[in-house]
């Protein structure tokens, strides 16, 4: 089965800074593409897609490169409430099923005052 | 919004005993998953399923089996709990690529 790879950090950052996370994958037929964000002791949440153009969310930029399978997450202005262990995500649409995600084992980062 | 429960957010079974977690979701989702998490190994797929009684393995089923008598629950089985079965499990269902999670069963095995 085909992996994604993410540094696994920690990331330790003081508030205010701008952290960027890469994740690379090895399926090149791979559809789609994810980051969930994962608070301590709780279930993964999808924090945003992530679209062959780039896009955006307030602080949160996703950008993707299929040419290199590679995935990033930029994180402007961190904050406290940033931290959590940020998983990378990619849809292999194998088998007829649009659901199955294949996770990489994440990223975490911790946001210090 | 989507909701996602599972029956027990902690269970402490003896090894040998059968074990069932159960798995709820209400927005008529037609996939659903069940994952272990692991420190280190990260999210590990052990069984998913496309449709009511249907059901296919995932990385890890070994140990496992699943039940999916209605559209909106999913169950794990483990048939005869060993200790390293002692993990995190996560119950997710999916709807255009986007999965959905429950809170998850901490299950310790002694």
Known sequence: ?113 | DVKVTQSSRYLVKRTGEKVFLECVQDMDHENMFWYRQDPGLGLRLIYFSYDVKMKEKGDIPEGYSVSREKKERFSLILESASTNQTSMYLCASSVRGEQFFGPGTRLTVL
């Open chain 1, 1 to 113: 089965r085909k992996e994604v790879e993410q540094d696994p950090g920690p990331f330790n950052v003081p508030e205010g800074a701008t952290v960027a996370f890469n994740c690379t994958y090895s399926n090149s037929a791979s559809q789609s593409f994810f980051w969930y964000r994962q608070d301590c002791r709780k279930e993964p949440k999808l924090l945003m897609s992530v679209y062959s153009s780039g896009n955006e969310d307030g602080r949160f930029t996703a950008q993707l490169n299929r040419a290199s399978q590679y995935i990033s997450l930029l994180i402007r202005d961190s904050k406290l409430s940033d931290s959590a262990t940020y998983l990378c995500v990619v849809n292999m649409n194998y088998g007829g099923s649009q659901g199955n995600l294949i996770f990489g084992k994440g990223t975490k980062l911790s946001v210090k005052p």
